[in-house]
């Protein structure tokens, strides 16, 4: 099997051997390779000590150099070299005490997680493959390097990075290696909210979201995120719904764009349903106010793991409002516009669609024609320029003191009441229209 390698990294290859080093493209790339997709980056391990590495080439960067990393810049990209190591004792599940290195590259690919991620290849030997990656994935298979439960002792996170790369890759988990996540799956509380955070986001945005079902299955998720649990848990007896609420949440992954938003949105748009359920004498269940238990619910489950502030943001006011419906008028959909805030726009269309597409058939093409119309008005409103935001008014809070109000509260409520009514009636953002009206409600309130 031939791979071709870009001719930056044949370059550092030739230039590391003619130095009399061994070295390799390793890992993720000859994966990757293998199964014709595009490397996201090309990794090189060699037996050059990192001050040998420093030494070869021109521009260097010290990224990881206790641990044998050292970039290497070639036309302004940068290439991860490592020298072969073995990892020390974990301390605690999270980092290697100690790095060793190593003149072996047998003792280098063993340390790696997974078989099909423990293949090295270069021009010259072709792809050295010392514990049957290929084979792996020929047949889809993740399967440890080892002893499944001893690489889970010296690092959890490796159980989640399992499940990752069998979404990113549609793979199933060898059987053996499954079962040592089951048992180990109560270790993973000692990996970082960060590092977790990281291969969720991964599995997610892959093209097999709804692995998260399989991560609820092996009980790894009750230990970061127990809420998916009980969505599975959670039936839907509502003409709407086919699925209980986690099976909806899964389908609803799969309908969605792969964006690290859009998907955190849709695996929480729905977790505050049970909480919110309601069982009707005709054993009907209601969820009424879901979306803003499930907000709530939202932003301290992704407050736990780590996100930041603009991502909580984005992904609570998408799920506050995933199930508003604003009347198929240009006023209730400009009313729509403020209340769910100018951000949530475009994204609330796809957020919609998801859903829609995870529900039961029952009235799905009505369902997805309101959302393309609730669109088509939203982007007439943008295209006519219609004003939606106070930005956009025709007069501002310092035309509202030039008429004499004094700096204060009430400067704000003047342009509040006159925001409303150009919301209404876009007609009405009009700057003499407004400063007329802006004096009469000075004057009908006494200027105070
Ligand atoms: P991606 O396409 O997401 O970058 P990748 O396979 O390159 O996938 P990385 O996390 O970049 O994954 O790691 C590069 C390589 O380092 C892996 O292919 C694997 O050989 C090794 N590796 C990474 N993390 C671990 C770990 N926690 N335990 C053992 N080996 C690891
Ligand atoms: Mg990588």
């Known amino acids: 099997m031939r791979i071709i390698l870009p001719q930056d990294v044949k370059n550092i290859i030739e230039c590391l051997n003619n130095c009399g080093h061994e070295a390799y493209a390793v890992g993720g790339c000859v994966r990757d390779s293998v199964l014709g997709k595009t490397p996201s980056d090309w990794d090189i391990t060699t037996s050059a000590k990192p001050e040998e590495v420093k030494d070869i080439f021109s521009k260097t960067f010290d990224t990881g150099i206790e641990h044998g990393t050292v970039t290497v810049l070639m036309n302004?990209?940068?290439?991860?070299?490592?020298?072969?190591?073995?990892?020390?004792?974990?301390?605690?599940?999270?980092?290697?005490?100690?790095?060793?290195?190593?003149?072996?590259?047998?003792?280098?690919?063993?340390?790696?997680?997974?078989?099909?991620?423990?293949?090295?290849?270069?021009?010259?030997?072709?792809?050295?493959?010392?514990?049957?990656?290929?084979?792996?994935?020929?047949?889809?298979?993740?399967?440890?390097?080892?002893?499944?439960?001893?690489?889970?002792?010296?690092?959890?996170?490796?159980?989640?990075?399992?499940?990752?790369?069998?979404?990113?890759?549609?793979?199933?988990?060898?059987?053996?290696?499954?079962?040592?996540?089951?048992?180990?799956?109560?270790?993973?509380?000692?990996?970082?909210?960060?590092?977790?955070?990281?291969?969720?986001?991964?599995?997610?945005?892959?093209?097999?979201?709804?692995?998260?079902?399989?991560?609820?299955?092996?009980?790894?998720?009750?230990?970061?995120?127990?809420?998916?649990?009980?969505?599975?848990?959670?039936?839907?007896?509502?003409?709407?719904?086919?699925?209980?609420?986690?099976?909806?949440?899964?389908?609803?992954?799969?309908?969605?764009?792969?964006?690290?938003?859009?998907?955190?949105?849709?695996?929480?748009?729905?977790?505050?349903?049970?909480?919110?359920?309601?069982?009707?004498?005709?054993?009907?269940?209601?969820?009424?106010?879901?979306?803003?238990m499930g907000a709530d619910m939202a932003v301290t489950i992704l407050r736990r793991l780590k996100f930041d502030n603009d991502t909580i943001g984005r992904v609570k006011r998408l799920i506050l409002w995933h199930d508003d419906r604003p009347a198929l008028n240009e006023k209730s959909v400009r009313k729509a516009v403020v209340r769910f805030g100018e951000e949530a726009f475009p994204d609330i269309f796809a957020v919609k669609r998801a859903d829609t597409m995870a529900q039961s058939e029952v009235g799905r093409q009505e369902k997805l024609d309101y959302i393309d119309e609730f669109q088509r008005i939203y982007e007439d409103i943008i295209a006519k320029g219609q004003c939606v935001s106070k930005k956009t008014m025709a007069i501002n809070g310092k035309d509202v003191l030039d008429l004499g109000v004094p700096q204060g509260k009430m400067v704000g409520q003047v342009l509040d009441e006159l925001f409303k009514e150009v919301v209404s009636d876009s007609d009405l953002n009009d700057r003499e229209y407004l400063l007329n009206e802006a004096r009469r409600i000075v004057e009908n309130s006494g200027g105070k």
Not at 208 to 234: I, N
Not at 239 to 263: F, Q, W
């Open 76 to 292: 302004h990209v940068g290439y991860e070299v490592t020298t072969y190591r073995i990892d020390g004792e974990y301390e605690d599940g999270r980092h290697p005490k100690q790095v060793e290195f190593t003149a072996s590259l047998e003792e280098d690919l063993k340390r790696r997680d997974f078989t099909i991620n423990a293949m090295a290849y270069n021009e010259r030997e072709g792809i050295i493959d010392l514990f049957g990656g290929m084979d792996d994935l020929d047949h889809g298979i993740i399967r440890c390097v080892g002893e499944p439960e001893e690489r889970f002792g010296e690092d959890a996170l490796r159980m989640l990075r399992a499940l990752r790369f069998a979404a990113q890759l549609d793979f199933d988990i060898d059987t053996k290696t499954y079962d040592a996540i089951v048992k180990l799956a109560p270790t993973i509380e000692k990996v970082s909210k960060e590092r977790i955070m990281v291969e969720l986001v991964k599995t997610l945005v892959s093209d097999h979201p709804d692995k998260m079902r399989v991560v609820s299955q092996c009980g790894l998720g009750k230990y970061f995120l127990p809420e998916l649990d009980v969505m599975f848990a959670t039936p839907q007896n509502n003409i709407h719904h086919c699925y209980n609420v986690g099976e909806h949440t899964m389908h609803a992954l799969l309908a969605s764009p792969k964006d690290k938003v859009l998907r955190l949105t849709m695996l929480l748009h729905d977790v505050g349903k049970p909480k919110a359920k309601t069982t009707d004498s005709m054993g009907v269940d209601h969820f009424k106010m879901h979306p803003q």
